[in-house]
């Protein structure tokens, strides 16, 4: 079975940084396309950055220029530095990983909570 560990989430006062981490268990790792999603109270899962085996980056607009997705194949981990954080980007984040229509995988979330 393939697991998704996510890692780095916390409590920052409003302006700050955080860096969040996802390791995924398998060989596949440099082929897959990796994702944050979060979810806030009440409210559906949204799609946060997403970057491809290519390294192409896709960013919701109310993170860009604050929030940056990497990957490191090597370690078969992704990234999100999150930096000028604000108190709405509170949230569980979720670590995704999918290739085509029929593989996809979810990590168990991060908790991420900005004070104002």
């Known amino acids: 079975q393939v697991q998704l560990v996510e890692s780095g989430g916390g409590l920052v006062q409003a302006g700050g940084s955080l860096r969040l981490s996802c390791t995924i268990s398998?060989?596949?790792?440099?082929?897959?396309?990796m994702g944050w999603y979060r979810q806030a109270s009440g409210k559906q899962r949204e799609l946060v950055a997403q970057?491809?085996?290519?390294?192409?980056?896709n960013y919701a607009d109310f993170v860009k220029g604050r929030f940056t997705i990497s990957r490191d194949n090597a370690k078969n981990t992704v990234y999100l530095q999150m930096n000028s954080l604000k108190p709405e980007d509170t949230g569980i984040y979720y670590c995704n990983a999918a290739r085509g229509s029929t593989w996809n995988h979810w990590g168990q979330g991060t908790q991420v909570t900005v004070s104002s």
């Open positions: 970057i491809s085996s290519s390294t192409h980056t």
């Open positions: 398998t060989s596949v790792f440099g082929i897959l396309t």
